[in-house]
């Protein structure tokens, strides 16, 4: 499995991006399709997550009501609608899949199993 993720860019504080993340390969419709970010001197930390075939979402409380996780199966896509975007919302965003447990863990970078090469979002004040 691959992933290409790509949409990021610099946004001045409120605005809007979406990213798009582009799986191919052997493709199950039940990987998680999970977000992350990455700050300068942070973790990795967990944004959003879904199912590829489109069924349940989860997301980050930070995140909540402001980015919302979407796919479109059929070309075994997943995008991050991210609105009213704030300073602190600045990382290298990565998409990544799992594949092998569900949602149980979707919050969890440890348990995905292939990244994207990440693709960097920069909101200034």
């Known amino acids: 499995v691959q992933l290409q993720a790509s ?7 409120g605005g809007s991006l979406r990213l798009s ?5 052997r493709i199950n419709r039940n990987y998680v399709m999970g977000w992350f970010r990455e700050a300068p001197g942070k973790e990795r930390e967990f944004v959003a997550a879904i199912i590829l075939s489109g069924h349940t979402t989860k997301y980050a409380n930070s995140v909540k009501g402001r980015f919302t996780v979407s796919t ?13 975007l ?10 990544a899949a799992e594949t092998r447990s569900g949602f149980s863990y979707y919050y969890a970078s440890g348990q995905y199993d292939y990244w994207g090469q990440g693709t960097q979002v920069t909101v200034s004040s």
């Open 7 to 13: 949409g990021g860019g610099l946004v001045q504080a």
């Open 72 to 84: 479109d199966s059929a070309e075994n896509t997943s995008y991050l609608q991210m609105n009213n």
């Open 21 to 25: 993340c582009v799986a191919s390969g």
């Open 86 to 95: 704030r300073p602190e919302d600045t990382a290298v965003y990565y998409c």
